[in-house]
T-cell receptor
Framework: SQQGEEDPQALSIQEGENATMNCSYK?????LQWYRQNSGRGLVHLIL?????REKHSGRLRVTLDTSKKSSSLLITASRAADTASYFC??????????FGQGTRLTINP | KAGVTQTPRYLIKTRGQQVTLSCSPI?????VSWYQQTPGQGLQFLFE???????NKGNFPGRFSGRQFSNSRSEMNVSTLELGDSALYLC?????????????FGQGTRLTVV
């Protein structure tokens, strides 16, 4: 079953703009991870944020985590055409498995 | 170090047949998880293996099974294939760190059942 819900389901922006995706979940977690998937291929690990962290950066990516609201956001700054992909959040509940959201389909228009 | 390797990349099978998919995790990782991805259900957890033992299993019928070898390589098997088994099957090599599990995925095996 899907624990996470991602919002929006689809996002289309112009190259150079920032893209923000949100993820909500239902139970307590150890960490939350964001992945990128291009055209039904494998998942690329982007960033992991632990439950005791509030914000994390990696290059053009910024992730926030609010455990009181059970939500996370992924910000991609200065978007590029190559960022066009589906983005998934996944939560580690501690049972040796990840629970994924339905994903956000991001399109960067040139 | 090398990433997660899944073979084959693509597979076409007929209903009623069985299929075996293979996954080699990142060197040094002892845990392997399998996920099924379909347009309707999204990414669903199948099972997880650690040191040749299944530690967790998702809500899938018994036709779905797996195993892990002493070198951490894993296989999953689906018997009596149904059309609904058509999906992208993803293997994850996982590592326990402070703060939980971190998972790295392979390119997946695209299974089409006709």
């Amino acid at each position: 079953s899907q624990q996470g819900e991602e919002d929006p389901q689809a996002l289309s922006i112009q190259e150079g703009e920032n893209a923000t995706m949100n993820c909500s979940y239902k139970t307590s977690i150890n960490n939350l991870q964001w992945y990128r998937q291009n055209s039904g291929r494998g998942l690329v690990h982007l960033i992991l944020i632990r439950s005791n962290e509030r914000e994390k950066h990696s290059g053009r990516l910024r992730v926030t985590l609010d455990t009181s609201k059970k939500s996370s956001s992924l910000l991609i700054t200065a978007s590029r055409a190559a960022d066009t992909a589906s983005y998934f959040c996944a939560t580690d509940e501690g049972a040796q498995k990840l629970v994924f959201g339905q994903g956000t389909r991001l399109t960067i228009n040139p | 170090k090398a990433g997660v390797t899944q073979t084959p990349r693509y597979l076409i099978k007929t209903r009623g047949q069985q299929v075996t998919l293979s996954c080699s995790p990142i060197s040094g990782h002892r845990s392997v998880s399998w996920y099924q991805q379909t347009p309707g259900q999204g990414l669903q957890f199948l099972f997880e293996y650690f040191s040749e033992t299944q530690r967790n299993k998702g809500n899938f019928p018994g036709r779905f099974s797996g195993r892990q070898f002493s070198n951490s390589r894993s296989e999953m098997n689906v018997s009596t294939l149904e059309l609904g088994d058509s999906a992208l099957y993803l293997c994850a090599s996982t590592e326990m760190r402070a703060g939980g599990t971190e998972a790295f995925f392979g390119q997946g095996t695209r299974l089409t059942v006709v």
